[in-house]
């Protein structure tokens, strides 16, 4: 009998344990304003995993609202990360990465993070809410997609190398 579902057993307690992962970086990193691994992990999991990549990040994006609160900061976060991926998705259709175009991609989003987040408050209260909550943020914009770019540029390879051999083994089981 053919199995018809969208993802098997296995890959759904692969996409669980890598929702886990990429929420414990977050909040293993917290206490530095704006340094994650999440961007990078995000970057990962799309060259590696592919359309996994979705389920992963929304069961991410609610553990944040469970944990530090459904506010209109995590209303955003609906359509922000997801951005990630789908450059991605875009840009290494059919390309190999490299680690310094990763690690610009990675840098750049950090940048432009508070950036997308004001479309948000651009909705909700206008030009005026929009352009104050991204220039207030711009310092910590700066920090992120400093902390994204070299943090890109020194793990990419390793944890790529990592997961593509993770999703080997998984593929031959």
Not at 53 to 60: A, P, R, T
Not at 85 to 102: E, H, R, S
Not at 107 to 119: D, E, K, V
Not at 124 to 147: E, F, N, Q, S, V
């Amino acid at each position: 009998m053919k199995n018809h579902s969208l993802f098997t057993t296995r890959e759904l307690v692969l996409d669980a344990l890598l929702s886990a992962l990429l929420f414990v970086s977050q909040v293993s990193l917290s206490w530095l304003p704006n340094v994650e691994l999440v961007s990078l992990l995000l970057i990962l999991y799309t060259l590696v995993f592919r359309k996994h990549v979705w389920l992963i990040l929304y069961v991410f994006v609610i553990l944040e609202g469970l944990v530090y609160g459904f506010g209109l900061w995590w209303f955003s976060y609906l359509y922000v990360w997801p951005i990630l991926p789908a450059a991605v998705f875009l840009i290494y259709k059919n390309n190999t990465p490299k680690p310094f175009g990763i690690s610009l991609l990675s840098g750049i989003f950090g940048m432009l993070f508070g950036f997308f987040c004001a479309g948000f408050y651009l909705i909700t209260g206008g030009p005026g809410a929009a352009l104050t909550w991204w220039a207030a943020g711009i310092p910590y914009d700066i920090a992120h997609g400093t902390g994204n770019f070299f943090l890109s540029l020194i793990l990419f390879q390793p944890l790529y190398r990592l997961l593509t051999s993770l999703k080997r083994g998984q593929s031959h089981q």
